[in-house]
């Protein structure tokens, strides 16, 4: 592979990257698959579609028994990769070969336990050696967050946290003291994989992020068409399509990745 | 009261309080809550403290569950028990006589006229044995709220009278098919329903586990157990049990036990599923076995059985009620600290423990409370006639007609069964 600037350290990295990206393009496009879901070689295929098709940045989720935050959809796509033998192990090797392959930053969607399990310094040593460059984690607000912070910290990882509609102005501004990289905020309330009205309301809540925070937003839960994305130009930084690409693949093979992603973009 | 604004109230109470730990037991316990929850919780807490803080609140409880549930509960001499052992006074604490038959009626009841004061009509739970759903379902339709259980697959079909109940009194019973389908499933199924509906809904999760403030929270509803077993026992003894047994699923009525003997120079042993014994890997034995580790999920950390990996194990249990992959993390901390002991009780002790108490004292505990017996049977005879022990019964086994007549092999039950499903197949 060639050595690029994805390359250079992370959390300054990924902010760094998306405000030159969003220099080129009014919203960039972030992805997420479930790694080993259907298979790792499938996996892989997504991703080389998805970064052929133009996407900008990609969650690699790591499966786990319990993902209290997600939907159906993602439910089951964790509980089949795990079924089919999904390991952290497995899934560490399948993001230094992504992260070597292709030249965007990928980041780690999991929850706790599976840092906690590994020891939270190795796994961010590990995540820093393969080039991943960040991890959203749903069930470590900052309150919990202290050892993962450090860890993410000293191995320079963007640790993205989370807004919500709930979460007061105030508390935005605690969490925007500890985030790097961007703001993850969740359209509407519920777990990922269900309907969003995109609305006015949807956008006073979007500004109010903005406000809150230094760092560029993205936003996730229910995007899946181009008419999504167009309402979130000049809201957001980044619009995140996580369900229903997932969605696609078990409908309509791999094969339907790139079609449907330029689909949103073009 | 309900004119100020809960997150006014929540402010007040969190002022300073962000990076702070807690609802931490030593390294256990905790919040790991996804951020869309995070408002609620604070909420819970608020309102929470602020009932705890108020005895009015402690005596309106005490008065619901003395006209609605029957405390306090008796405590029971078995006395041909002792007799058969030969060793220590044996005492059964009655929770199988709260209304529907389980100590979980203290927890739903306490936890519904919070959600009164909180303003909120609908509430969801999470059950395993379907004690707690059922327990919630009374509660609900006694306060007028909507009700949603959610139940895992495996235990529909094992506890289907209580299934039976929990629609018969207006609940909507939701079988979960994802996961191990067993109780830790339905905890997140039911956290599924709570991001989404928070605004109307409250979620009476069922044991002393989860975010902070539920393991307070639960444990404190549950102490009612324990604060009547110390008085009951002063006065029919005059002096304090040596030990006292219960069992441990989640913990809410270990802890409800516990709580009375706390400061006192009492034994609290807590016993485990089990299973098919430890070396066979099939049980839930989270303190008393090598096999569980320090973990986080469920939004709190505590022993889970779980793997290198960090993903949940496969429980099992003859009791619904016992089979989880966590215990409370107040409980984890007493086992570090050698505050409590934990043992185990196999599948089959359970069910000879079962036979012996209906046969020498005319009592039928649940299954998962005849952990607690037999846990204490192996003690009892070891034991100068001068100590006394008390066994917490839990619930009443009644419900579980279908898995212990499997277990006893009984050929008329079967029989019965067989003519049942012919009559509906004529229907
Ligand atoms: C009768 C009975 N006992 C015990 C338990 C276990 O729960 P805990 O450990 O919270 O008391 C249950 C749970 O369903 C139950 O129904």
Redesign the pocket.
Known sequence: MTETNTRTPAPAFLETYIREQRKKKAILLMTHIVMGYPSFDACFEIVRQMVDAGVDLMELQIPFSEPMADGPVILKANQAALDSGATVEKCFEFAQKVSDRFDIPFLFMTYGNILYKYGMDAFAARMSEIGVKGAIVPDLPPEEANDYLSAMKKHDLSAVFIFSPETSDQRMKMIDTHATGFIYCLARKGVTGKETQFSSDMGNYLARCQKSTRLPTAVGFGVKEKADIDFLMGKADIAVVGSQTIREVAQNGVNATGPFIRSLIE | METINATQIANHFMKGRYMKHRGYYGPFGGAFLPEILVATFEELDARFRQAKADKHFWEEYETLMATYSCRPTPLTYAENLTRHFGGAKIYIKR??LNHT????AN?VMGQGLLVKRMGKKRVIAE??????GVATATMAAKFGFDCTIYMGEVDVLRQRPNVFWMEQLGATVVPVTDGTRI?KDAINEAFRDWVTNMDTTHYVL????GPHPFPEM?SWF?SIIGKEARAQIMKAEGRLPTKVF???????????LFQGFMDDPVELVGVEAGGEGIASGRHASRLCSDDASFGIAQGYKTYFLQNSDGQMKETHSI????D?VG??PILAHMHDQEKARFEYATDTEVVDALKLTMRMEGII?????C?AFAGAFKEAANMSTDDIIIIN????GD?DIFTVADALGDPKWKEFICAKAGEYKND
Do not use: F, I, W
């Open positions: 929770e199988d038959g389980a100590h979980k927890n059950t395993g044995a379907g004690q707690h109780l069922g044991t002393a586990c639960v549950q219960a069992c441990v699923g989640g913990g809410s009525n270990a802890m409800g009791s619904a009620g016992l989880y215990v409370s505990p649940a299954l998962e409370s952990h019964q839990s619930g009443r419900k």
